[in-house]
């Protein structure tokens, strides 16, 4: 299978601070990737280079053997952290905007993905909570037929059942054969997707393995990623729900589900509280 | 190229909307004021006010274009929409192409239009307030156009007036831009407004001081006479001395133009866009 993404001896610097420190990697086509790290770790700087928003880094950076560029932008389709809309912008100029600037974007398939997401056509970006944006922008980037999705932080900052849609969202959009690029902090929520992962601390790759490999020995992968950056697995703490006897540890959405079912006070007051 | 000016002008539109509809209510309401003296309704003094506010907007209608123009473009490359700007598959220098297309032609329509708005008040004015000395005046100075060149001279000169003012404006949105990218690369990005008016004024200063230097002294000017056009060896500071290098007729008109300095700016506008489209291939970072 031939690579999606070919990085070699990538540096970036910030002033005095260098985020990137040589990273070199190599994925292959078709495959989920989770780039995990810490906050500060260059995962955002590496997400920018490839999508063609940073510009002055040393190393060699190709998305499919074409360097960043014209070519490889077109094979890209970017979920950034942050909204790039206009505030004036509704949802159905976001739709329009980027149906005319994109020639794979299937407008009526956006339309659609508005109504699952139960947003309005006709609200307005700057009103609307950081969980509507999020569900817009993903639903620009999932209408695109590209050839790699990069997404930073798609399940950031919305609550669990959003989290759980997002990423259904993800998995049935995504185009037979494609590659994604996903960085996230969430690895309890996407561990179950990923194929691969890419974990990098203070600007170097510190692993770079097929999940099934990490995952071998019974461990999880969010274990693997606490044993990797010296973090302490802990227990749940007292009077929070849990998930009732059953249900499958590590599977978010398992895990509602059954504790929708069993305990639907509990669950709401879950849902209640991480809105919050 | 088209389907990007088409959505450069779309996203434009909006803020530009704003200032034109603002500009169309203060005209609405100079225009309301001075019927309200005409009968008698409204003192005086409102209808002044509503002359005043009415030629400010005009006056300001070019120059919040500008601004919006300016600041549009540092938004859209630079801000939270350069996420969307820089993943586009398109090149750095189409872009910019894009960009500086719509910002000249928002500028140049508002210019236009800043000067129909001052035409329009004045020829209002005087027709609703036309007093017997006013149309008096009026029938003093129509004469004097009788000596005025033919209409293709003039229409000439007001081409050529058009196209000096419109290669400044480009020279100008040239500048800004290459000023807004340098500031968003690393070495001035921490502080990249206050440095977007620094390089701005660093280029546009002395460009201007050298482009007025050679406009005045280099003895090159374009000549717009009632009979002739053509060129001259004689500089825009010299006295006119048309009889030298025009055969004229008593009392034909003859204007100057300097041509020196606008071809100094314009190879350095296209020079300043093309080092603009280098740093945003190369060397720009979206925050």
Same mark, same amino acid.
Request: overall charge neutral; proline content about 5%; hydrophobic content about 50%.
């Given at each position: ?8 001896d ?9 985020? /990137? ?13 989770? /780039? ?17 928003l940073?510009h ?10 074409h ?33 005319a ?21 006709d ?7 950081k969980?509507?944006q999020?569900?817009?922008l ?7 037929e ?5 997404m930073?932080?798609?399940?950031g900052g ?30 309890h ?17 510190i ?28 227990a749940?703490t007292q ?5 009732p ?6 599977n978010?959405?398992?895990?509602l ?8 006070e ?5 849902i ?5 | 190229?088209?389907r ?25 309401v100079?225009?309301l ?37 300016l ?41 236009i ?23 008096d005046?009026?029938?003093q ?5 009788v ?20 290669l ?12 807004t ?21 660093a280029v ?9 230097r ?8 374009f000549m ?17 001395q ?46």
């Open positions: 299978m031939s690579n999606i993404i070919t990085v070699q990538l540096h970036k610097s910030y002033g005095n601070k260098e985020v /990137l420190k040589g990273v070199s990697f190599a994925l292959e086509d078709g495959q989920i990737i989770g /780039l995990l790290g810490p906050n500060g770790c260059g995962k955002t700087s590496m997400l920018k280079i490839l999508t063609g940073i002055d880094y040393q190393g060699s950076v190709l998305i499919d053997g360097p960043i560029g014209v070519d490889s932008k077109q094979l890209v389709a970017y979920l950034p952290e942050r909204s790039y809309l206009a505030s004036w912008m509704r949802a159905k100029d976001a739709i329009e905007t980027i149906a600037l994109f020639l794979d974007f299937n407008r009526a398939k956006a339309f659609a993905m508005l109504k699952d997401f139960d947003l309005s056509a609200q307005k970006v700057k009103d609307m909570s969980g509507m999020e569900k817009l993903l639903a620009l980037t999932m209408c695109r590209a050839r790699l999705y990069i930073d932080e798609p399940l919305v609550d669990p059942a959003a989290r759980l849609q997002i990423k259904q969202t993800i998995l049935s959009n995504r185009p037979k054969g494609s590659a994604m690029l996903i960085s996230t902090h969430q690895i929520d996407l561990e179950d997707v990923f194929d691969h992962a890419l974990m990098i601390r203070e600007g170097v790759v692993a770079d393995e097929p999940v099934w490999s990490i995952t071998a020995g019974g461990r999880t992968l969010e274990q693997f990623y606490c044993e990797k950056h010296g973090i302490p697995m802990f749940p009077g929070h729900p849990t998930p006897p059953g249900a499958p540890v590590g978010l959405a398992a895990q589900d059954a504790l929708r079912q069993s305990d639907p509990a669950y709401a007051r879950l209640q509280s991480q809105q919050q | 190229m088209f990007l000016i088409k959505n450069e002008i779309k996203s434009t539109a909006h803020s530009m909307t704003g200032i034109y509809l603002a500009t169309g209510i203060a005209i609405a100079m225009a004021t001075i019927q309200g003296m005409h009968f008698h309704i409204l003192p005086n003094w409102v209808a002044a006010l509503g002359l005043i506010i009415s030629m400010v907007a005009g006056l300001l209608l070019f120059l919040l274009t500008m601004i919006v123009v600041v549009n473009f540092s938004k859209s490359l630079y801000g939270a929409e350069g996420y969307l700007s820089f993943a586009l598959p398109v090149s750095g220098g189409r872009l910019l192409g894009t960009k500086t297309i719509v910002s000249v032609i928002w500028m140049f329509s508002s210019y239009l800043s000067l129909l708005i001052e035409i329009g008040i004045m020829v209002y004015t005087t027709q609703t307030l036309a007093t017997g000395e006013v149309m005046l009026i029938k100075i129509l004469p004097m156009f000596n005025m060149p033919n209409p293709s001279v003039l229409i000439l000169a007001g081409v050529f007036m058009g196209l000096s003012f419109f400044t404006l480009f020279m100008i949105v040239a500048d800004v831009f290459f000023a990218t340098a500031a968003n690369t690393r070495p001035f990005q921490k502080n990249a407004r206050l440095w977007t008016i620094l390089l701005s004024a546009l200063i002395p460009t201007m001081w050298i482009s007025t050679l406009t005045n002294d280099v003895p090159l000017t717009l006479t009632a009979k002739q056009v053509g060129f001259i060896p004689e500089a825009m500071s010299v006295p006119n048309l009889s030298t290098y025009l055969p004229q007729g008593p009392g034909d008109w003859g204007i100057k133009f300097g041509v020196v300095g606008i071809l100094f700016e314009l190879p350095l506008s296209a020079l300043l866009l093309y080092f603009t489209s280098y740093m945003m291939n190369h060397k720009t970072n979206v925050k």
